[in-house]
């Protein structure tokens, strides 16, 4: 992705933030690794589903939380979308395979990063979904942040 700048963008609406999510995805190059950080509830599922479409992906994108991981095969590149809410110790990453879904073939899309911050390529794409209630319920600040 390497048309992808840095800087926040408002979000209004769900929708909104799945635009936002699609148009990343669009960007997506194989090997692109893009991390999702924010509080329960602040879209970071909406904002994945926006992502997959964007890959030309069709399937239902749901949050792996207690499968770490959900593959879907059936867009331009493929995506691996890991949660890593649940992980204790990084290592358990490398016992599902961590590492082969870095090889290139993919584009990575991983949910709660500082849980396994150690792991995450310094080259990573992050990306931060937060609340400010005071611009509405529905309002998402998102940042994104390469490296």
């Given at each position: 992705m390497k048309s992808v700048n840095k800087g926040p963008m408002e979000s209004f609406s769900?929708?909104?933030?799945?635009?936002?999510?699609?148009?990343?995805?669009q960007l997506a190059e194989p090997g692109d690794i893009v991390t999702l950080s924010g509080d329960l509830g602040t879209g970071k599922t909406v904002f994945a589903k926006g992502f997959a479409?964007?890959?030309?992906?069709?399937?239902?994108?749901?949050?792996?939380?207690?499968?770490?991981?959900?593959e879907y095969t059936d867009g331009r590149i493929p995506l691996a979308h890991f949660d890593a809410y649940r992980i204790a110790d990084p290592d358990e990453m490398y016992a599902i395979g961590y590492e082969d879904y870095l090889s290139g073939d993919?584009?990575?899309?991983?949910?709660?990063?500082?849980?396994?911050e150690e792991l995450i390529p310094g080259d990573a794409i992050g990306v931060r979904l937060e609340k400010d209630l005071e611009k509405g319920f529905d309002y998402r600040r998102i940042i994104l942040d390469r490296g």
């Open positions: 769900p929708e909104e933030t799945y635009d936002i999510g699609r148009r990343l995805g479409e964007g890959l030309g992906i069709a399937d239902d994108v749901t949050s792996p939380t207690f499968t770490i991981i959900k993919f584009v990575c899309l991983i949910e709660w990063p500082e849980m396994i």
